[in-house]
């Protein structure tokens, strides 16, 4: 039995979300700073070992014309520093909407604090993941 991570990775923030073990449900789990990165690396390693997870979905941001750009390419570079686990990229076009829109019909204000928004994302790019598998 094992779990898998989601992770909207940004330039401030990262979202972090995790399944069930039955890889049916996706649960908010945190937010972690981006900097210092190796301080990142290191929670997210920690979180991937608490909670036996064998797989990693990385949000990457296309473009709208599914072309990637430079923040896709840090996303892919951040990505890849993570060890022990299976890395999948996952396309998470509009997901920060979605998110907003989630949180505000959930009633949640989100406008002082911006992870809310990041663990809402990671939610959905974890949900396109299991929705699939």
Do not use: W
């Amino acid at each position: 039995m094992y779990k898998v991570m989601a992770l909207d990775i940004g330039t401030k923030r990262i979202g972090v979300a995790l399944s069930d073990y039955l890889l049916i449900l996706a649960n908010g789990h945190s937010c972690i700073q981006r900097q210092p990165e190796d301080k990142a690396i290191e929670e997210i390693q920690k979180i991937i070992k608490e909670n036996n997870v064998k797989k990693l979905v990385a949000g990457i941001p296309y473009n709208m014309d599914g072309s990637q750009g430079a923040q896709a390419k840090d996303c892919k570079d951040f990505a890849s520093k993570i060890h022990g686990v299976e890395i999948i990229f996952e396309d998470e076009r509009l997901t920060s909407d979605t998110a907003e829109e989630n949180l505000r019909a959930k009633k949640i204000d989100f406008t002082k604090n911006k992870g809310l928004v990041d663990i809402e994302s990671a939610c959905i790019i974890l949900e396109q993941y299991l929705a699939r598998c």
